[in-house]
Structures are given as structure tokens and as C-alpha cells.
């Protein structure tokens, strides 16, 4: 236990500044001198950064990882060439996207996203067949922009076989799909262009699969699957479960 000081001793101030004793070796005695003749040490009054704006900062690592997708595709994507695209080092990259899946996820989302968001508003609009058959095209690779998409989609279902995380994205977007597809049928029954003694669940799911055959078509065989081609296809399917364009004109169905 430390003594206590007498009431009548005064504590020195710990930066007060004292004479070095005299015994003290010259050199110490002149550097104890410069150390007390030293100004105050100045206050840090410099603003603190902003913190860095993150979402800004992974936009900009999503939009290289897609710059990486068109150059060399996805067997290009890894943390390494996305971070060098990006214009950062792997592990500042690896604070937002600690993996190749977790890059691979990122940009099978953007891709599902894009798709609906070009697809939806479509479907919103469509109150006859001519309207669902817009938005069924929106589906069909009839454009370069469209034909890139759905080439990322169909690899991104070929690497989901051996990812489990990654087929959980591709099953949920089939399904979404076949949703979209589904109300669309539901469109062409309200509208009364929709043959009535037709299953409205098996027309759906025929046109889902005609829908994802010609996306094959077109990726794969672009030579000999046309966008004419998709098109013409399509119709006809069209013109097979639904009443002839004159008859359904003469109905006028009730939405």
C-alpha cells in the first residue's frame, strides 16, 4: 500500500518543466533542455474522412466483374482478375465479395434482375394476346443485348449442377419464369382468346419449355435459329391454343 502524502506537499504537474540537475552529464543536460524548449504539440484539426461510401464502392466492383463477363466469361471470373479490373488490390475486393461463388451469385442475381426488370412492366401492360405476345419475345435471345443475357443465364444453370448455392438462383428463376409465363396465359383466358377447353396449366408449362428450347436454339445455334425464326415459332404456338384473331376480335372477352 502506497504512503499517503502529507496534506502540505504540493504534487508537480507532470509537463511542468524543470532545470536538469546539475551533476547531469553535459550532452543530457542539453538534451533535456531542447526537450523542455519544444513547442506544445499541436492538436489534430485536420476534418476526419468521410467513411468510405460501400455501396458506391461494390456498384463499382459489380460493374468490373461484368466488364470481366463479356471479355473472358465466367470461367474468367475470380477474385483476382475482378480486383485487377476494379483497380484494387484481392483483399480490399475480398472485403465485399470474400469468394468466386460470392461473385458468381452477385452477377446470376444482376442477370435475374435484369431480365425482370425489362420483362414485368411487359406483362403489366398486356391485356390480349398481341401485348403477352410482346413480352413472350422480351424472353427470346432476338437481340445481342438479349442473346448476351440469356448466354450468362445458361451458364450460370450449367454451373449450378455442381453448386448447391447456385442452384438454389437457377431453380427460383425457372420458377419465376413459369410464373410469369403462367399469368401470361391467364391474360389471353381473361381476354377470351384463350381456348376454353384447354388446360391453362399445361399451356403454360408448353409454352415455358417452347420458350426455353428456342433460348437454347438461338445461344447455340445462332447460325440456323433466327430471330425471325424464334418469332415465327412462338406465333404458332399462339395460334394453336388460342381462337382465330378474327373470332376474337368478334368476343370482346371480359377482363
Known amino acids: 500500500m502506497r504512503p499517503r502524502r502529507s496534506a502540505g506537499v504540493a504534487r508537480p504537474h507532470p509537463e511542468a518543466?524543470?532545470?536538469?540537475?546539475?551533476?547531469?552529464?553535459?550532452a543530457r543536460r542539453f538534451l533535456?533542455?531542447?526537450?523542455?524548449?519544444?513547442?506544445?504539440?499541436?492538436c489534430y484539426t485536420k476534418p476526419v474522412p468521410r467513411r468510405a461510401d460501400h455501396d458506391a464502392r461494390r456498384a463499382a466492383i459489380v460493374e468490373a466483374l461484368w466488364r470481366v463477363i463479356r471479355r473472358s466469361g465466367l470461367h474468367g471470373v475470380s477474385v483476382r482478375s475482378v480486383a485487377a479490373e476494379a483497380g484494387m488490390s484481392p483483399t480490399a475486393l475480398r472485403y465485399y465479395f470474400p469468394s468466386q461463388l460470392a461473385l458468381l451469385e452477385q452477377a446470376m442475381t444482376d442477370?435475374?434482375?435484369?431480365?425482370?426488370?425489362?420483362?414485368?412492366?411487359?406483362?403489366?401492360?398486356?391485356?390480349?394476346?398481341?401485348?403477352?405476345?410482346?413480352?413472350l419475345?422480351?424472353?427470346?435471345?432476338?437481340?445481342?443485348?438479349?442473346?448476351?443475357?440469356?448466354?450468362?443465364?445458361?451458364?450460370?444453370?450449367?454451373?449450378?449442377?455442381?453448386?448447391?448455392e447456385l442452384a438454389k438462383i437457377s431453380?427460383?428463376?425457372?420458377?419465376?419464369?413459369?410464373?410469369?409465363?403462367?399469368r401470361a396465359v391467364e391474360v389471353l383466358a381473361a381476354s377470351g382468346e384463350l381456348l376454353p377447353e384447354l388446360d391453362r396449366t399445361a399451356v403454360a408449362?408448353?409454352?415455358?419449355?417452347?420458350?426455353?428450347?428456342?433460348?437454347?436454339?438461338?445461344?447455340?445455334?445462332?447460325?440456323?435459329?433466327?430471330?425471325?425464326?424464334?418469332?415465327?415459332?412462338?406465333?404458332?404456338?399462339?395460334?394453336?391454343?388460342?381462337?382465330?384473331?378474327?373470332?376474337?376480335?368478334?368476343?370482346?372477352?371480359v377482363r
Open 17 to 26: 518543466r524543470t532545470d536538469p540537475p546539475a551533476g547531469d552529464p553535459p
Open 32 to 42: 533535456a533542455r531542447l526537450y523542455h524548449n519544444l513547442p506544445p504539440p499541436l
Open 111 to 135: 442477370n435475374v434482375d435484369s431480365g425482370r426488370r425489362r420483362v414485368v412492366p411487359l406483362l403489366v401492360a398486356a391485356t390480349d394476346r398481341a401485348g403477352v405476345e410482346r413480352m
Open 137 to 164: 419475345q422480351e424472353l427470346l435471345p432476338t437481340d445481342g443485348r438479349r442473346r448476351f443475357d440469356q448466354e450468362v443465364y445458361l451458364a450460370f444453370a450449367t454451373w449450378a449442377l455442381a453448386d448447391p
Open 171 to 182: 431453380e427460383a428463376t425457372g420458377e419465376g419464369v413459369l410464373r410469369l409465363i403462367a
Open 205 to 253: 408449362n408448353c409454352l415455358d419449355a417452347l420458350v426455353q428450347g428456342l433460348t437454347f436454339q438461338g445461344c447455340a445455334r445462332p447460325g440456323t435459329t433466327s430471330p425471325e425464326q424464334m418469332r415465327a415459332t412462338l406465333s404458332a404456338y399462339l395460334d394453336l391454343v388460342c381462337v382465330p384473331r378474327a373470332d376474337a376480335r368478334g368476343l370482346g372477352g
